[in-house]
C-alpha cells in the first residue's frame, strides 16, 4: 500500500526557509490521477491545507501562502519537497504530506520556528 514519510529539520530560526520532504513507498507519484498536498496543524489550531502537487507536476498553493511557498517533486527518487521561505513563530505547526483523496497521510513532522 501507498506510505507517506515526512522527513526534514524540526527547528528552524526565524526568517530561515523550511524544507520539507514526503518519501513515497508503494506507489508512483507520476501516475493516476492523484494530487500529493502539503497541509499543517499549528498547535491548538485546525488543518491548514499549503499546496499541492498533481500527478502530472502542476503545482496548486493556499493564496494565504503562495508567495512564500515552493512545492517541487523528485521523480527518480519517488518523493516531493515543499518550502516555505521567511519563516516565523507563527509557521509552527506539525507538517504532514498526504495523498488527501485516499486519506493516506504521513505521520506528520513538527516545526519549531524560533531562535
Known amino acids: 500500500q501507498v506510505q507517506l514519510q515526512e522527513s526534514g529539520p524540526g527547528l528552524v530560526e526565524p526568517s530561515q526557509t523550511l524544507s520539507l520532504t514526503c518519501t513515497v513507498s508503494g506507489g508512483s507519484i507520476t501516475t493516476g490521477n492523484y494530487a500529493w498536498s502539503w497541509i499543517r496543524q499549528p498547535p491548538g489550531k485546525g488543518l491548514e491545507w499549503i499546496g499541492r502537487i498533481t500527478s502530472s507536476g502542476v503545482t496548486y498553493y493556499s493564496p494565504s501562502l503562495k508567495s512564500r511557498t515552493s512545492i517541487s517533486r523528485d521523480t527518480a527518487k519517488n518523493r516531493f519537497t515543499l518550502q516555505l521561505i521567511s519563516m516565523t513563530p507563527e509557521d509552527t505547526a506539525v507538517y504532514y504530506c498526504?495523498?488527501?483523496?485516499?486519506?493516506?497521510w504521513g505521520q506528520g513532522t513538527q516545526v519549531t520556528v524560533s531562535s
Open positions: 498526504a495523498r488527501v483523496s485516499d486519506f493516506i
